[in-house]
């Protein structure tokens, strides 16, 4: 291990250091300051006789008097099954007072990619206990799919509610026999305030699901840089946790912009070219090598599932972090602002969310088989509802049609009883089906043209009067 005293350049979060040998990419790097405090870092950019490095800590303290250490291996995380239950900072290091971590091994954090080839199709469902998901745009085990949100919307309410709620319900069976795969969570957190950091650590610990999770917090006073390693400590531990252990694991990371700020910071600081609004043109490449470390492999019990949560800057569904994220992951649920203002608990707008492997996790797996057709027949009557709104403000609601304004009802009613139920209720994929029909129920039966006729004969609600109403006639 070879000790330089060769800083030419200190720029941003960036040290630049001469060198006499060669340096391999992503590098691990300590900084000695001359008033003898240690940093870390990582090579970013390794040319002959000269390195830049991503310190970690941020660069304050060091100046051109600092030693640098070249440590020869990659940033590894130390794993173990023994880290469900802890709290560490965005480097990870142990934060919460617990005892030293005892790793059964450490991992380089960069990850393997999955084989496409031994890569086994998502299709079976985890239920999150929110009906607006569960029933309108399914997460299935292996999936990634992102929360797409603005500054000032409570997606961070919707994180702690599926973190604490999310299950796999075909194992709960199992569970209670002794087998099956157990559930874990993974929670990333980049950027975050102290604030919304104290209100995490609070809520997991109230509710017990601390237990069952790993946290890593990355702060917004903590350094920028810090945040591009964050993510990819939570998918280390993650992929060890279900490809090793047999977890099936839920990793919600928040917030990807605050990620993706960190890669413009350092973009700049190395004089890039920029790509689209200043973002570097790698982002697109970058963002892939995380998103696309979710999924299940053949052979393997475990799973990881990804739940990326970004706020849109200005809500543009346009801007590159959501525009880029939409192209790698496999659909995505939207936070709605106008929702969130009429108190609707969690403001989820179903019809631009989607999820692209619905269809494929609420086969066979479900006991409900009318969850698909009773999703399809809720998205088109709400949105001919929207469509009827925008009339209603033009002719009023005397202009309209009685078919018209059953639409309209139906629209207000599936916001206020099938998307509203707070953040603190569960609704088990059962009850969600079963509010779709009671909400369906109120059209007449040849309304529901996407739901096959024997289900409509076995699930279909008649009101009490009409029913009595036919067995008279009869």
């Known amino acids: 291990m070879k000790e330089y005293q060769t800083i030419t350049e200190i720029s941003g979060p960036l040290v630049f250091a001469e060198v006499d040998e060669a340096i391999g990419y992503d590098e691990i790097v300590e900084i000695e300051t001359p008033q003898g405090e240690i940093k870390r870092g990582q090579v970013l950019e390794s040319s002959e006789g000269l390195v830049a490095i991503q310190v970690f800590e941020g660069t304050s303290g060091i100046d051109q008097n600092a030693s640098v250490r070249f ?8 794993v173990t099954e023994d880290l469900l239950g802890r709290v560490m900072d965005g480097s990870g290091q142990p934060i919460d007072g617990g005892p030293e971590i005892v790793p059964d091994e450490r991992r380089d954090i960069v990850g393997a990619a999955i084989n496409p080839y ?5 299709e079976e469902f985890i239920q999150t206990g929110v009906s607006a998901i569960d ?5 299935v085990r292996g999936q990634k799919l992102p929360i ?5 919307l409570p997606h961070n309410e919707l994180a702690l509610q599926i973190a604490r709620q999310s ?3 075909e194992e709960d069976a199992a569970a209670e026999e002794g087998e099956g795969s157990e559930f874990a969570v993974i929670f990333g957190a980049m950027g975050i305030t102290q604030e919304e950091a104290n209100e995490f650590m609070a809520d997991f610990e109230r509710t017990g699901a601390l237990e069952r999770s790993v946290v890593f917090m990355n702060t917004a006073d903590d350094p920028a840089v810090e945040r591009t390693v964050t993510p990819r400590l939570a998918l280390t531990t993650a992929e060890y946790l279900a490809f090793d252990k047999g977890y099936h694991v839920l990793v919600i990371l928040t917030d990807m912009t605050n990620y993706c700020e960190a890669l413009r910071e350092i973009g700049a600081a190395r004089e890039e070219v920029p790509g689209r609004r200043g ?7 970058d963002l892939a090598t995380l998103y696309e470390r979710a999924g299940r492999i053949q052979g393997r019990e475990g799973s990881v599932t990804q739940i990326p949560i970004l706020t849109m800057p200005g809500d543009d569904d346009t801007h590159p972090i959501p525009d880029l994220t939409g192209y790698i992951t496999e659909g ?28 494929d996790g609420i086969g066979e797996g479900l006991t409900r088989a009318d969850h698909a057709d009773v999703s399809d027949q809720m998205y088109a009557a709400y949105a001919e509802g929207e469509d009827l709104r925008s009339l209603v403000n033009i002719v009023g609601r005397e202009a309209l049609s009685e078919r018209d304004n059953k639409y309209l009802d139906f629209a207000d009613a599936f916001e206020n009883e099938f998307v509203e139920q707070g953040y603190q209720t569960n609704r088990d994929i059962d009850e969600t089906i079963d509010i779709g029909w009671d909400l369906l129920s109120e059209f007449p039966k040849e309304e529901l043209n996407r739901i096959d006729e024997e ?5 279909y609600r008649e009101d009490e009067t009409d029913r009595q109403v036919v067995e008279a006639a009869e």
């Open 135 to 139: 029933g309108m745009n399914t997460l």
């Open 148 to 152: 797409f949100s603005g500054s000032g």
């Open 332 to 359: 995505q649920i939207y936070v709605d602002r106008d929702l969130n203002s009429q108190g609707i608990q969690p403001p989820i707008n179903v019809l631009p969310s989607l999820s692209r492997l619905m269809d």
């Open 279 to 285: 973002y570097p043109g790698y982002m697109y490449t």
């Open 167 to 169: 299950t796999v319900p």
């Open 455 to 459: 289900l409509i004969e076995q699930h």
């Open 118 to 122: 031994s890569r086994e199709y998502p």
């Open 71 to 78: 440590m020869g291996e990659t940033l590894k995380m130390p």
